[in-house]
């Protein structure tokens, strides 16, 4: 399964963006993670089956969804703040866990990540 990851940019504090991610084929759950310059990977939120997990840091600012027709899961992030600033990826696996979503080696399949910006 290939990842395409697009939607990043620049963008003021307060503001909103949308990331995409479509995969070349089905998988069982799809999700972002983000890295920080200077910081390790984490979490941010994922999809699997119908339902989602979100970190606390994002939870009420960012919404994921998926279009199981197009194979495309969406990230829609709301009130941005600079600590937002990071190379986000798309992640997804078709054997992953309710348990360890959470955990980046849960995922076989990555993007090559997009990069945004949040302006204070």
């Known amino acids: 399964v290939q990842l395409q990851a697009s939607g990043g940019g620049l963008v003021q504090a307060g503001g909103s963006l949308r990331l995409s991610c479509a995969a070349s084929?089905?998988?069982?759950?799809m999700g972002w993670f983000r890295q920080a310059p200077g910081k390790e990977r984490e979490f941010v939120a994922v999809?699997?089956?119908?339902?989602?997990y979100y970190a606390d840091s994002v939870k009420g600012r960012i919404t994921i969804s998926r279009d199981n027709v197009k194979n495309t899961v969406y990230l829609q992030m709301n009130n941005l703040q600079p600590e937002d600033t990071a190379v986000y990826y798309c992640?997804?696996?078709?054997?992953?866990?309710?348990?360890?979503?959470?955990?980046?080696?849960?995922?076989?399949?990555w993007g090559q990540g997009t990069k945004f910006t949040v302006s204070s």
């Open positions: 999809i699997k089956g119908g339902s989602t």
């Open positions: 992640a997804a696996s078709n054997s992953v866990i309710t348990s360890a979503v959470r955990h980046s080696r849960s995922y076989a399949y």
């Open positions: 084929g089905r998988t069982n759950a």
